[in-house]
């Protein structure tokens, strides 16, 4: 029989669809797994091969844990709103949704094509009222709860989309083209900083990647410092400044505060109002990522007011500069030249006094601040002397000092900002509140709050979205009075938020989530998703899930237990796919070239998950290849026909039991620890084995589709029918190894010196710690570099390697 890949995997996808092979089970007599793609955005131009790798990963993980007996629970939905189906509309004048609906289609069908085994019966779509529905629940518990609120704030605002940007946005439209400037909008804010602290601290429950956790901690940026009051003799009032380093106040030569901090035109003297006007109204067309470039060239404007060094009772001239944001701290900061290369450039060009308080190694044109090594020196004055003193010791004696003297206060601080949580546009979740005409404001008690149908979709002309040129949905009366409702939507990260646990109980038209289920499925064991979302989503999504902590709507305090990000698959050129460059490779394509099992199996062989690697239509020929050779170990030849195969029962030699064994240890441990591409190159190993030998033994042959069905689950399931079998494979037990078989008899040991290898030998399996050493020791490749040194410390771990910590011997 042939191996023919179209019909075998589309018989399959049928069999799976028509006996629900994947349906999830109930929450009773099994252990849980849980495990969750960062669901996608539906565009139009369709899923390519990078798209599909974390979807074949978790795909992996989810028949590994059904075969080794869990309940998995392995869904799949649409984060469908967002501006690009809006802009579509914009341009087109069709429906948001027609076109939502036509993308999830081609979507799901690739997936399908892949044979992903999703329970489809969970299938959400953030567009879905019967989903949005929770989504404005969970805003008006926030909105109870005195989390959320109206401010009128500055935003980023682009001219052409007539919309809000996030911060993280305005980079991509200016470089399309689009003007983005600062203005002030009437937005609903989400008080994330309330829970600033909790999220700082519960990143150490979570089995995440380092740097993913680390670039969540520089976020929210928490900073122990000091508030310092700087009198301003002239006007009778104090600046407040907050910096994380009062130990180099006596180092502050000149105060720079934001241009939109409220006393910058009140401290421009008569002479300098004019300067300093045209200096504000400039920095309001900048956007905070123009304004805070460390490239960029530094800007500023002086007040021509001084204020009052409190440690010294220097007069220091106040300026005005744009890289200072009135969202962080106070929006005045002091500035200490010799110690911050920011302020030393400032400095330089303004002909500011620079005044050295550290001694440093480093020169003084280079940021210290951070080198917290180092000792003040030129900081004293009649009270107080920092002289001498460590960071530690100084920053106490200030802050002690400051506090003394009525001077300032010690200030925890934080860089998050609360969430602006308003779109100007339509295709959004609405905000489900009505503004009556006594300035009240009350929650819509009918949701879901749903979208009107409109004929245009362009933003009214007075920045609000389509939604205030909808008369009879945007206007009301009911016992309260007469109202109109909010036009702002929800942005798109809101349906991302909590969708993790809609996917637990998906039909409750009672209740976001039936608690049952809840405190069972949670929390999400495995999640994985690029690494782009590192920050914002992990961010917002961990925030929303502490508010329903809160609420007592879950039972953890953290939605993500282990998060895994896959790295990038590139074209083939090398570069990031897309459409500009004309090097995508669409993942319909390439199936219909090769079969969905060659290339699951391929982009799980490429390389480690996590990194970054270019796609190579030539390795995936020899992926196709490979599944051709497991086919011929059932049917050794290429002949037409549905003849069976005939497999024998006869024990297996000693030399492949054991390498069968092995085989099983290896790709289950590999599997477990998403090291995809160790355990196919494992599979491989075996199958030439098979065939070396002429193996077509039926244990063996069937030992080697289970191990192989998760990764390659359509040529499994036929080959495992071929042998016999009524059940599909996805249900057959993952198979066990025997420990004493699996062992290998022989290892090789590496032998390190301070960390670095020096060189390997081979010993026997178990062999004791001692031992192990004193080989280690024994070696002339590592003995002369033992010469001469202490061995500080002597590290043997059992069938793995050896390492010798040493230094220079004192002799």
Known sequence: ?????????????????????????GTQGKPKYYVLD????????????????????????????????YNVLHPMGWDAFGLPAEQFAIKTGTHPRETTERNVGNFKETLQRMGFSYDWEREINTTDPNYFRWTQW??????????????EVDVNWCEELRVVLANEEVEEKISAGHTVVRKPLRQWVLKITEYAERLLEDLDELDWPENVKQMQRNWIGRSEGMEIDFTLPCHRQKLKVYTTRPDTLFGATYLVISPEHPMAEKLATADRLKTVREYIGNAKLKTELERTGLQKDKTGVFTGSYAVNPANGEALPVWISDFVLITYGTGAIMSVPAHDSRDWEFARKFNLPIREVIKSPHDVQEAVMEDKGSTCVNSSNSDISLDGLDFSTAFNAMADWLESKGHGKRKINYKLRDWIFSRQRYWGE?????????????????????????????????????????????????????????????PQWAGSCWYYLRFIDPQNAEALVDPEKEAYWMNVDLYIGGAEHAVLHLLYARFWHKVLYDLGV??????????????????????????SRGNVIPADDVMGSYGADAVRLYEMFLGPLEQVKPWNTNGIEGISRFLSRVWRLFYPTDTEGSELPVLDDTPLAEPLLRRMHKTIRKVSEDTGQLKFNTAISEMMV??????????????????????????????????????????????????????ELARDEELTIAVQVNGKLRGTFTTPAGTPKENLIQQARSMESVGKF???????????????????????SMN
Request: include cysteine; proline fraction near 8%; glycine fraction near 8%.
């Open 686 to 739: 075996f199958t030439n084995e098979l065939h070396k030998t002429g193996c077509r033994q039926k244990t063996a042959l069937e030992t080697l589709v289970r191990l192989l069905a998760p990764y390659a689950p359509h040529i499994c399931e036929e080959l495992w029918q071929a042998a016999g079998h009524d059940e599909s494979i996805a249900l057959a037990p993952y198979p066990a190894y025997d420990p």
């Open 554 to 579: 879950v039972s953890t305090r953290e939605p993500f237990q282990r998060l895994f990000n896959q790295g990038m698959i590139l074209g083939e050129d090398n570069e990031k796919m897309s459409k």
């Open 138 to 151: 969970i805003f008006l518990r926030m909105l109870e709860k005195g989390l959320a609120y109206m401010s």
């Open 38 to 69: 960062m669901f996608p955005y539906p565009s139009g131009s369709g899923l390519h091969v990078g798209h599909l790798e974390g979807y074949t990963a978790t795909d992996i993980m989810a028949r590994y844990h059904r075969s080794k007996g």
């Open 430 to 490: 609405p905000i489900p509140v009505k503004h009556y005409e006594d300035g009240s404001l009350r929650p819509e008690t009918d949701l879901p709050l749903t979208l009107p149908d409109v004929e245009a979709y362009q933003p009214s002309t007075t920045g609000e979205s389509p939604l205030a040129n909808i008369g009879e949905w945007l206007h009301g009366e009911d016992n309260h009075g007469k109202f109109r409702r909010e036009t702002n939507t929800m």
């Open 786 to 808: 033992l010469e001469g040194m202490t061995v500080v410390r002597e590290i043997a771990v059992p069938d793995k390697l050896v390492n010798f910590a040493v230094k220079p």
């Open 1 to 25: 029989m042939r191996y023919n890949f179209p019909d075998i995997e589309k018989k399959w996808q049928r069999y799976w669809a028509e006996h629900r092979t994947f349906r999830t089970g």
